[in-house]
């Protein structure tokens, strides 16, 4: 074998031998609490006043409808409705990138490894839970607290991206739209 | 020479890993140890609150609720966040007065077996009881 062949191989082998069956460790701040736990919760909460328990969840479960969601599950004595949706999650400015790096790849004379594009943002995965419950600090009231998480795929159905969806905007959509949605069920019954 | 040991290595390394994936139906510790180690007793809430409390703290941790049996004292949730963590937390009535708390977390294909991971759900959620307790949402 070439020498060259040998200096890249070794270490690379090597590493291999080392890494054999090693196992992931978990995360060490895998369930603490992040600093910003505080902020992030009063995002994703609110205090709405409804007449009933029962009124305040159909509203939900027509804001999740309005929304374009899925409700998977309900479980009515705890409040907690989970829903999820899978929709477009094209992003054209990083599709063109893509393209583009596929073009200067076949450009460089090897056009049958060139596949950037199949890296491009697909669809993308929401799960949402909304917990609506009787306040404990007043009767009437409510909490409503909703959390959000999405998985963005790319054409293969590579996972590209994991996360927790944080933008204040988001949540403050949701809760515009219940408070409508509560109006609105209030004043039909 | 350096090669040649490399690859040996490398050889060994393989021949460590087994051929045929065995099924993992068992876990990796015994039943005693595992309970152990992810299991809290409460005498501060009844059950729904309780239940209310890990539902708050499973939000707290950033996961989202896949389903809960208020009946059978299951939740299961899902976390986004890197990696795909998922947990399954049981509360089960103990005499008048007591609950048990029982949660077990899977990364990935990893289950979490460590205790001090499991030490910090139960750090948060004494919390998210304290606040329960004192009637704070």
Same mark, same amino acid.
């Given at each position: 074998?070439? !020498?060259?062949?040998?200096?890249?191989?070794?270490?690379?082998?090597?590493?291999?031998?080392?890494?054999?069956?090693?196992?992931?460790?978990?995360?060490?701040?895998?369930?603490?609490? +992040?600093?910003?736990?505080?902020?992030?919760?009063?995002?994703?909460?609110? /205090?709405? +006043?409804?007449?009933?328990?029962?009124?305040?969840?159909?509203?939900?479960?027509?804001?999740?409808?309005?929304?374009?969601?899925?409700?998977?599950?309900?479980? /009515? $004595?705890?409040?907690?409705?989970?829903?999820?949706?899978?929709?477009?999650?094209?992003?054209?400015?990083?599709?063109?990138?893509?393209?583009?790096?596929?073009?200067?790849?076949?450009?460089?004379? %090897?056009?049958? $490894?060139?596949?950037?594009?199949?890296?491009? !943002?697909?669809? %993308?995965?929401?799960?949402?839970?909304?917990?609506?419950?009787?306040?404990?600090?007043?009767?009437?009231?409510?909490?409503?607290?909703?959390?959000? %998480?999405?998985?963005?795929?790319?054409?293969?159905? !590579?996972?590209?991206?994991?996360?927790?969806?944080?933008?204040?905007?988001?949540?403050?959509?949701?809760?515009?739209?219940?408070?409508?949605?509560?109006?609105?069920?209030?004043?039909?019954? | 020479?350096?090669?040649?040991?490399?690859?040996?290595?490398?050889?060994?390394?393989?021949?460590?890993?087994?051929?045929? =994936?065995?099924?993992?139906?068992?876990?990796?510790?015994?039943?005693?140890?595992?309970?152990?180690?992810?299991?809290?007793?409460?005498?501060?809430?009844?059950?729904?609150?309780?239940?209310?409390?890990?539902?708050?703290?499973?939000?707290?941790?950033?996961?989202?609720?896949?389903?809960?049996?208020?009946?059978?004292?299951?939740?299961?949730?899902?976390?986004?966040?890197?990696?795909?963590?998922?947990?399954?937390?049981?509360?089960?009535?103990?005499?008048?007065?007591?609950?048990?708390?029982?949660?077990?977390?899977?990364?990935?294909?990893?289950?979490?077996?460590?205790?001090? =991971?499991?030490?910090?759900?139960?750090?948060?959620?004494?919390?998210?009881?304290?606040? =329960?307790?004192?009637?704070?949402?």
């Amino acid at each position: 074998m070439h !020498r060259l062949a040998q200096k890249a191989f070794a270490p690379l082998l090597g590493t291999l031998a080392l890494g054999g069956c090693a196992t992931n460790q978990v995360p060490e701040s895998a369930l603490r609490l +992040e600093e910003s736990t505080l902020e992030v919760r009063s995002i994703q909460t609110r /205090k709405m +006043e409804a007449p009933s328990e029962i009124a305040i969840l159909t509203a939900t479960i027509a804001v999740l409808q309005d929304m374009e969601f899925n409700v998977d599950r309900i479980e /009515k $004595s705890l409040g907690v409705i989970s829903a999820s949706k899978v929709s477009d999650a094209d992003d054209s400015g990083d599709n063109a990138k893509l393209i583009f790096l596929d073009l200067l790849c076949a450009a460089g004379g %090897q056009p049958g $490894s060139c596949n950037y594009s199949s890296q491009a !943002r697909d669809e %993308q995965h929401i799960v949402l839970t909304m917990v609506v419950l009787p306040s404990l600090e007043r009767s009437g009231e409510f909490s409503v607290r909703v959390t959000m %998480q999405r998985a963005i795929l790319d054409t293969m159905d !590579r996972i590209l991206v994991l996360e927790r969806i944080e933008a204040p905007e988001v949540y403050q959509e949701v809760f515009d739209n219940l408070r409508q949605a509560l109006f609105l069920e209030v004043s039909e019954s | 020479m350096m090669l040649r040991i490399a690859v040996i290595l490398a050889l060994i390394s393989m021949a460590g890993c087994a051929t045929t =994936t065995p099924v993992d139906v068992s876990g990796s510790k015994s039943q005693l140890e595992s309970r152990q180690i992810q299991t809290r007793q409460y005498d501060t809430l009844d059950k729904a609150l309780t239940m209310r409390s890990v539902i708050a703290t499973l939000q707290d941790l950033g996961f989202t609720i896949d389903q809960a049996d208020s009946e059978l004292g299951t939740i299961s949730a899902t976390r986004y966040h890197q990696y795909t963590m998922r947990m399954t937390v049981t509360v089960v009535q103990r005499g008048e007065e007591r609950v048990s708390v029982r949660a077990n977390a899977r990364i990935g294909e990893k289950a979490v077996t460590d205790a001090a =991971t499991y030490q910090d759900f139960f750090v948060v959620l004494d919390k998210a009881m304290f606040l =329960t307790l004192q009637g704070v949402d």
